[in-house]
């Protein structure tokens, strides 16, 4: 055969060749969006009722592309997720929705991948990591939440739910003096928000929409600051976010947090009748971020603004809980939980009633690091120095969680939030 017939033989393997390896790209693409689409949407755009079988959906993909891929590997993990299920299921059956979530119901998939292996396809290598990828993003959004919002898992059990319950009505019952309505506010995602309202039997137009920390929980914070608490005469608003008590689904990013407390307070507005001016947004730790987010979306609406030992930004936070450099954790934050950005929330509150309450020897957020009054923070957000109020005593068990009547400085305190309904 001479050179030329050669050539000419060897012409059509490059456009073949071409045409495949676009194929692959093409075709890997396709998986690993369709591997990070059933992470980001099927929480959000499942029904309600099925919402918590969206991590399933989501490992059942991933062990459909991976289990031929790495077999061994798999293997053991499928075989040690499927004894950790056993585990759960025999301490705690089905009555934590978290273990539910996370665990029991992802270990139906496991066990098909596992019995099913000579059916499932052999995927390219590229397919598979960038699959693998995804699904180790995913756990580690989950992973990351769980530390930055633990109340989901303190939380716990339907059992704890009903003991929760069972004190939460005794409370109500010896508060003679006040009324409770107990009402159910939709979120986004259909989701189903437990929220009450305590109103004191002399009547008051003003309100509080409370917004607890990373651990509070509805049927707590209620006892702690609407019947035990005397800084202001007002009704007062709670909720539990979702995920939480009777709160359906689950918080999957911090801006979910946002929603619920956006649901719920115009809901309060609507069923109450009440006057923006009249609701102070008060918001504890990263409460003050859901606080300051809420109402940086609703800057033509008036409503007054507390901000009780919060952060400057979410991952601001973070950092000091974090074994990372600064910049690696921030932007972790960012790409898996989502940041609440308080001190660009506070830019629209321009000529707003605010009230910004910090601790210098504050143990969870950190003065130097992400407190909202740090000076950098001050100066970015735009708030005037008179709109903060330092808290100076050092003789309380927790700078960052100790009511705010407990401090020295309860007069000074109870007079600031008055002057915000003025």
């Known amino acids: 055969m001479s050179v030329v017939e050669m050539e000419k033989d060897s012409q059509p393997e490059q456009p073949m ?52 891929a790495f077999k061994m590997m798999m293997t053991l993990v499928l075989i040690t997720h499927l004894l950790a299920s056993g585990a759960s299921l025999w301490s705690c059956g089905f009555s934590n929705r ?8 992802p270990s139906f998939a496991s066990l098909a991948a596992l019995l099913a292996t000579w059916r499932l396809p052999t995927m390219p290598l590229e397919r598979v990591i960038g699959v693998s990828l995804v699904q180790t993003w995913s756990i580690s959004c989950g992973l990351i939440l769980f530390a930055v919002f633990p109340a989901t898992l303190i939380s716990g059990s339907n059992w704890d739910q009903a003991k929760r319950d ?26 189903q928000l437990d929220a009450v309202a305590v109103m004191p039997e002399d009547p008051t137009e003003h309100w509080v929409a409370y917004f607890g920390g990373n651990a509070e929980i509805m049927e707590t914070s209620t006892e702690d600051m609407a019947f035990s608490n005397h800084l202001v005469h ?35 507005v609507r069923r109450y009748n009440i006057n923006p001016k009249n609701l102070i947004l008060w918001g504890h730790s990263i409460g003050g971020g859901v606080a300051a987010a809420l109402a940086g979306r609703y800057s033509d609406f008036p409503f007054p603004v507390l901000l009780d030992r919060t952060f400057s930004r979410l991952s601001d936070a973070a950092v000091s809980f974090s074994p990372f450099p600064a910049t690696v954790t921030r932007g972790a934050i960012k790409v898996t939980t989502g940041d609440l950005n308080v001190v660009k929330s506070c830019r629209s509150l321009k ?5 910004v309450i ?65």
Not at 33 to 52: I, Q, Y
Not at 351 to 355: F, H, K, P
Not at 365 to 391: H, Q, Y
């Open 17 to 68: 060749r071409s045409k495949n390896f676009l194929h692959r790209v093409g075709t890997t693409i396709l998986f690993v969006g369709t591997s990070f689409a059933l992470s980001v949407c099927t929480p959000r755009f499942l029904p309600s009722a099925v919402k918590d079988f969206a991590p399933t959906i989501m490992w059942g993909f991933t062990c459909f592309c991976v289990r031929r």
């Open 98 to 105: 978290v273990a539910n979530r996370a665990l029991i119901f």
């Open 166 to 191: 069972a004190r939460f009505d005794q409370v109500i019952e010896r508060a003679t003096d006040q009324r409770v309505e107990r009402f159910t506010v939709q979120s986004t995602g259909g989701v």
């Open 234 to 268: 007002a009704n007062w608003l709670f909720h539990n976010p979702r995920g939480v008590g009777r709160s359906s689904g689950y918080v999957c990013w911090a801006n979910d947090l946002v929603d619920d407390a956006e649901a719920v307070v115009w809901e309060a």
């Open 351 to 355: 000529g707003r009633n605010v009230l």
């Open 358 to 422: 910090f601790h210098r020897s504050d143990e969870i957020i950190r003065f130097n690091i992400s407190s909202i009054a740090r000076p950098t923070a001050v100066k970015k957000s735009g708030l005037n120095k008179s709109s903060f109020l330092e808290l100076q005593s050092t003789f309380v068990p927790s700078p960052h969680n100790t009511p705010l009547d407990y401090f020295p400085e309860v007069t000074q305190i109870q007079r600031r939030i008055i002057q915000l309904y003025e």
